[in-house]
């Protein structure tokens, strides 16, 4: 196939919610192309996209698919992505490695939850954004509500270039405002009828055509001053002005097609082809550096790689974008990421399954390769002398979790390497080793995320795996001073143990004065302290260490046992297990032997005296609290507030945020558990929410008491 310069690629990220039926468009569109010589059905499995076993068997997309096009001279690599939420992580890598995205609407459904999640993802990354009304022929599709909608959504930008005459079932024919006629399609769609605008559409059409005009016209100073004097621009005129709207996103342009009965599609085609950006149109990537790094052919050599699949007798699949540069096959290239070195040997374009060897491809242009020995998703591979490198997407933070483990105790080192593998996949799969926990934790967007996941194991790896309820990282903490004292003795023989230790423990906050006077009942300790430690902990929070000893009580060789003791309950708090933070700790007092004495005896001596001054000191579990935003249709506000009322929530505000109702709230990790499924049964799948960390807080006392009842049960069964 021929090679395409820079200004001959457009690289698209085809995007919708689920349903609204971007595969299938995606078929239609190679159809016309020419690259596949019949139409696929997602019913019959047949289609270029979901070609993976798990989205045959489920029916809808799960990764994202690359496809390329040659259409009128010039090479579209359009990458299809899958459309529910869970799979979100999908849309945001095609969006940041693509100039533009094509959002597909479903007619019959207007402007869905997972729409403007896309559309917010688009306008984060600032790229321009076209809309393809879908199933114009469906038995519930109104084109006036939706394009209604969309401008309540998206606002006055959403510019119509096509019209249907007639929506719905009867759906054959429409008006293009930016060619001026009218287009007509027979029972079997393809090549359409091109015609004069009826006169009885003239009126409404002109007023289109010069609202698209205008649109056109703001994004240059020449076309506008053109606009105003003769209130028409040519046909190349438009598409210039279109293209630069497109680019500062100005103007989101609105086409309408069946994709199942392939009417409107070539005519959306030849737009992209003819007007969309070329890859050197959009402004310039930014590297780690903060250098702009142009698509210039004759640049150094730097490729990033945004995707790895596993595919049956093929195994690891890399995709890349070619950032800048010529790369030719068997090209060596340093991994600057990880620090190894890479031969490309074999090159291809890709179309599915399809891929096609090329020689060649040049910047700006998608492709991908194989046999790669130490290559993950993220990783940037340079020229020798080049040391560019790219962080170029932001997944989203998880949303559900499980903890996953093997039905057979045995195959855990086989699990890990598999999920593993999958996560460099789908990056949104998150998969975490907790010490603190005991588990292994899979995180993912949603249960059908994880599910899939499931799915692909026991069906493609013959692992059967249990999902299991994560446990959840609370912390310790206490709320008031408290002294103890502990003697560690010992004698069996020889030389013994002997250590002993008096301290308080009191709340630490930051910037908090140095310690003091302390009194309890009716005794009064003064403090001098001779040496602090700040122990900042890996789990958040500090223990803070003020060696007080006077008088040599204690030599100073053995504070850092002490040290460790205090750390060896600050990891299993004496409350639960759990971590425990923000503790400072005043060591006092204390008596040594000088022959028994040793760091064993005093760090057992300190862990036991803190244990017991823990206790006293009115401690307190704290629980993981997140900040939630649920974005929800306004029917179904009331039910969403009573269930997050029902799961301990404390709600922060409620607004209104194009057409949707938006409320946030502050949640504890225990009760989001199942709370995508939730949501998803409430509201029929029309909603979304976002989770971020917020704080530890604490519980309520009764859920305190059911926490150290179940603790004292399972440490009494563990003996």
């Known amino acids: 196939m021929k090679t395409y310069n820079s200004h001959e690629i457009k690289n698209i990220a085809l995007l919708g919610s689920k349903g609204s039926g971007k595969t299938t468009l995606a078929e239609a569109m190679l159809y016309e192309c020419g ?119 998206f606002g006055p930008r959403v510019t119509l270039v096509q019209y249907p005459l007639v929506s719905g079932p009867g759906f054959n024919s429409l008006i293009d405002v930016l060619l001026m006629k009218k287009l007509t399609w027979g029972p079997d769609g393809g090549t359409p009828t091109v015609e004069d605008i009826p006169a009885d559409q003239m009126d409404h059409a002109m007023e289109l055509h010069r609202a698209l005009v205008e649109a056109a016209a703001e994004n240059d100073e020449g076309l506008m001053e053109k606009f105003f004097e003769e209130e028409h621009l040519t046909e190349d005129e438009l598409r210039l002005g279109i293209r630069k709207g497109l680019i500062d996103r100005s103007i989101y342009p609105v086409f309408v097609v069946s994709a199942a009965k392939d009417m409107g599609v070539r005519r959306m085609m030849e737009f992209l082809g003819n007007v969309v950006p070329f890859v050197d149109d959009m402004p310039a990537p930014v590297n780690t550096a903060g250098e702009e790094v142009k698509p210039d052919p004759d640049g150094p050599l730097s490729i990033f790689m945004f995707k790895t699949t596993v595919e049956p007798h093929i195994g690891e699949v890399n995709y890349f974008k070619v950032m800048s540069g010529t790369l030719k096959a068997g090209t060596d290239l340093e991994n600057v990421t990880r620090g190894s070195r890479e031969r490309l040997a074999q090159l291809y374009c890709v179309c599915g399954q399809i891929k096609t060897p090329v020689d060649t491809l040049l910047a700006g242009d998608i492709g991908a390769t194989v046999k790669l020995k130490d290559v993950r998703t993220g990783n940037t591979l340079d020229q020798k002398g080049c040391d560019w490198e790219f962080d170029i997407v932001r997944y989203p933070a998880p949303k ?186 005043c060591i ?114 009764d859920v305190q008491d059911r926490l150290l009842k179940d603790y004292a049960e399972k440490s009494t069964a563990d003996e």
């Open 35 to 153: 690259v596949i010589k019949r139409r696929g059905t997602v019913e019959a499995k047949s289609t270029v996209s979901d070609y993976f076993p798990v989205e045959k068997e489920y029916g809808y997309s799960v990764f994202s698919t690359v496809f390329y096009a040659e259409f009128n001279n010039k090479k579209l690599n359009v990458i299809d992505c899958p459309g529910a939420d869970d799979f979100v992580g999908n849309a945001v890598t095609a969006l940041s490695v693509t100039d533009t995205g094509v959002i597909v609407i479903n007619g019959q459904y207007g402007v869905e939850v997972g729409t403007q999640n896309i559309f917010r993802t688009a306008t984060s990354l600032d790229k321009p954004v076209i809309f393809a009304l879908n199933q114009m022929d469906g038995e519930k599709t109104d084109f006036e509500n939706v394009v209604e909608q969309m401008r309540e959504v």
């Open 400 to 585: 559900y979790q499980r903890a996953v483990r093997p039905v057979t105790e045995s195959d855990a080192e086989k699990l890990n390497a598999i999920l593993t593998r999958m996560h460099e996949e789908d990056p949104t799969w998150i998969v975490e080793q907790s010490k603190e926990l005991k588990q292994t934790i899979l995180s993912g967007q949603g249960e059908f995320h994880l599910r899939t996941l499931k799915w692909r194991v026991e069906n493609n790896d013959k692992l059967p795996i249990v999902f299991d309820e994560p446990r959840i990282p609370y912390r310790e903490t206490i709320t008031r001073a408290a002294r103890a004292d502990y003697r560690h003795k010992k004698q069996s023989g020889g030389a013994g143990q002997f250590g002993e230790v008096h301290l308080i423990v009191e709340p630490y906050s930051e910037g908090m004065p140095a310690p003091d006077t302390y009194r309890f009942g009716n005794q009064e300790f003064k403090m001098s302290v001779r040496d602090t430690q700040e122990i900042p902990l890996a789990w958040g929070g500090k223990l803070v260490v003020c060696n007080c000893i006077v008088g040599g009580a204690i030599d100073a060789r053995f504070i850092p046992a002490i040290v460790k003791g205090l750390m060896d309950r600050m990891e299993q708090g004496p409350l639960t297990g759990s971590y425990a933070r923000d503790v400072r700790v």
């Open 588 to 701: 006092y007092d204390g008596k040594m032997h000088p022959v028994d004495s040793n760091e064993i005896s005093f760090r057992l001596a300190g862990r036991n005296a803190f244990s017991e001054a823990f206790r006293n000191a009115n401690p307190k579990v704290l629980e993981p609290v997140y900040d939630v935003e649920v974005l929800v249709p306004g029917d179904v506000m009331g039910d969403v507030m009573s269930d997050l009322q029902g799961r301990r929530a404390i709600i922060m505000g409620m607004s209104s945020e194009n057409g949707f109702e938006k409320i946030q709230a502050k949640v504890p990790l225990k009760e989001m558990s199942s709370y995508s499924t939730a949501l998803s049964s409430i509201t029929g799948g029309r909603s979304s929410f976002t989770m971020k960390f917020a704080a530890y807080e604490l519980v309520p006392a």
